[in-house]
């Protein structure tokens, strides 16, 4: 998306639905087994549109819904607590500058990603999601 632009539910249906589902399901669920994942997404009027909301459900992908989102959880996502620090660190020693570098960067190493590092990133998610229920906290530590 270039910078400054709005993500409408269009966009995000054959954007990000669709490239999750071609892409994304089946490297986390070989065989495809979507009762098993509830995507966890923010907020965003593009994500919760109708639009949105009744095309994910068409495709069975079952997303949290506003009331099971934990409020100000900074560390609630995966992509937020884990893996987007495992990437700036990656493309952080090779020194790129122009932003299409950068971008390239980013892309080259989340594709190089293994797999493992993932699954654990989502194995810590129910615990992270508990610790800052009940503890009321914003901001979890690493945990192991």
């Known amino acids: 998306i270039e910078h400054g632009s709005t993500i409408t539910s ?3 249906i054959e954007h990000i639905i669709e490239l999750f589902i071609k892409y994304v399901i089946p490297r986390l669920f070989p065989g495809d087994t979507r009762k ?8 965003a009027p593009g994500h919760t549109a109708k639009g949105a909301v009744s095309n994910m459900k068409e495709k069975k992908i079952q997303a949290m819904t506003l009331a099971e989102w934990l409020p100000k959880s900074l560390d609630a996502a995966p992509m937020d607590y884990s ?12 020194k790129v500058s122009p932003l299409n570098e950068l971008k390239n960067a980013i892309k080259q ?15 810590n998610w129910p615990k992270r999601g508990r610790l800052i ?4 906290e914003s901001h979890i530590k690493h945990l192991s």
């Open 109 to 123: 190493k989340w594709e190089k990603l293994e797999q493992d590092i993932i699954d654990h990133a989502l194995k």
């Open 133 to 136: 229920y009940y503890t009321h």
């Open 10 to 12: 269009r966009y995000y």
């Open 36 to 43: 098993k994942m509830i995507l966890h997404q923010d907020s």
């Open 83 to 94: 893996i987007w620090d495992i990437l700036k660190e990656r493309v952080r020693k090779h």
